[in-house]
């Protein structure tokens, strides 16, 4: 059974750093696509950064661009996304998630393993 938890959550200001983590459990963990989703209170979940084995180059959401970034360490089966220059409409639950295979995916039903999620709140 594959387990992710998530964790480096918190509350900043704008402008502030934050780093999530993703500790992965019971799978192949560098043989799968891994990323990052985020939903804010009203909104669809959306893919904010993945990346995977097969692409050389990660995926991530326009607006988050030249600020986050997405990495792993395979040795320790574990997912991070540093964010740097946080804005308040960064402001969500960040959630892990994997699925089999290579291919990044932006939609939700794609992705078969999930995290509980981890609140971010940025503020003024």
């Known amino acids: 059974q594959v387990q992710l938890v998530e964790s480096g959550g918190g509350s900043v200001q704008v402008g502030g750093s934050l780093r999530l983590s993703c500790a992965a459990s019971g799978h192949t963990f560098s043989s799968h696509a891994m990323g990052w989703f985020r939903q804010a209170p009203g909104k669809e979940r959306e893919l904010v950064a993945a990346d995977s084995w097969a692409t050389s180059t990660p995926y991530y959401l326009d607006s988050v661009k030249g600020r986050f970034t997405i990495s792993r360490d395979n040795a320790k089966n574990t997912l991070y996304l540093q964010m740097n220059s946080l804005k308040a409409e960064d402001t969500a639950v960040y959630y892990c998630?994997?699925?089999?295979?290579?291919?990044?995916?932006?939609?939700?039903?794609?992705?078969?393993?999930w995290g509980q999620g981890t609140q971010v709140t940025v503020s003024t």
């Open positions: 998630a994997a699925r089999t295979g290579s291919r990044i995916l932006p939609s939700t039903s794609m992705w078969a393993y």
